[in-house]
């Protein structure tokens, strides 16, 4: 089994920085794409960031210039750092990897996994 657990939210001011972490865990042949999603009760997930295996990144619109994605392959983690944070920030920040494992026939299987969120609520 493999999962995803994020840490890193919590309360902050405007203008303030926040860095979430998304460490993944389990039997881990490789991980391809790693990115952060958020999203408001009722509404749909929207993307932030997106990094591949080789470090290509994608962003929002509405996050360029003010948070950066990263990853540690060698611990399997990926980092979003947010600076001059917003009110309209505030969301819950779920992480999304792509990962191989190996399979009972010996191939490579590739499964999508989710963290389980966390809350990011920025004060005005």
């Known amino acids: 089994q493999v999962q995803l657990v994020e840490s890193g939210g919590g309360l902050v001011q405007a203008g303030g920085s926040l860095r979430l972490s998304c460490v993944a865990s389990g039997s881990i042949f490789r991980i391809n794409s790693m990115g952060w999603y958020r999203q408001a009760p009722g509404k749909q997930r929207e993307l932030v960031a997106t990094?591949?295996?080789?470090?290509?990144?994608t962003y929002a619109d509405s996050v360029k210039g003010r948070f950066t994605i990263s990853r540690d392959n060698a611990k399997n983690t990926v980092y979003l750092q947010m600076n001059s944070l917003k009110p309209e920030d505030t969301f819950v920040y779920s992480c999304?990897?792509?990962?191989?494992?190996?399979?009972?026939?010996?191939?490579?299987?590739?499964?999508?996994?989710w963290g389980q969120g966390t809350l990011v609520t920025v004060a005005s």
């Open positions: 990094i591949t295996s080789l470090g290509t990144t």
């Open positions: 999304n990897a792509v990962i191989g494992v190996i399979g009972s026939d010996a191939t490579v299987n590739y499964l999508e996994r």
